[in-house]
């Protein structure tokens, strides 16, 4: 079992900089992968970024490509989501993810992923 806390969502006007961090615990020797994906009323779950935990490759969607910057801390099992030029479309329940498994590794598909948190919001005002 590995269990992710997010932190650092908020209010912030547009073309302001937040900071979402994601703690694991539990079972995490075996991760794999980590992921953030998003949630705004009315519409489905979307990738964000993810990145893969030994060689740290990065990906993104387009939407985010450019503002948004995936990090991660081996030491502090930490997966972080800098994010800046915030607009409102950003606005959204964020969660991070994990993958505890190798194989193909479909970033953008949520079944990809094992574990999840419970999110932190994140509005973003005009």
């Known amino acids: 079992q590995v269990q992710l806390v997010e932190s650092g969502g908020g209010l912030v006007q547009a073309g302001g900089s937040l900071r979402l961090s994601c703690a694991a615990s539990?079972?995490?020797?075996?991760?794999?992968?980590m992921g953030w994906f998003r949630q705004a009323p009315g519409k489905e779950r979307e990738f964000v970024a993810a990145?893969?935990?030994?060689?740290?490759?990065?990906y993104y969607a387009d939407s985010v490509k450019g503002r948004f910057t995936i990090s991660r801390d081996n030491a502090r099992n930490t997966v972080y989501l800098q994010m800046n030029s915030l607009e409102p479309e950003d606005t959204a329940i964020y969660f991070c993810?994990?993958?505890?498994?190798?194989?193909?590794?479909?970033?953008?598909?949520?079944?990809?992923?094992?574990?999840w948190g419970q999110g932190t919001q994140v509005t973003v005002s005009s």
């Open positions: 993810a994990e993958r505890g498994r190798f194989g193909v590794f479909a970033q953008r598909d949520p079944s990809s992923y094992d574990y």
């Open positions: 539990g079972r995490t020797f075996g991760t794999w992968a």
């Open positions: 990145i893969t935990w030994s060689l740290g490759t990065t």
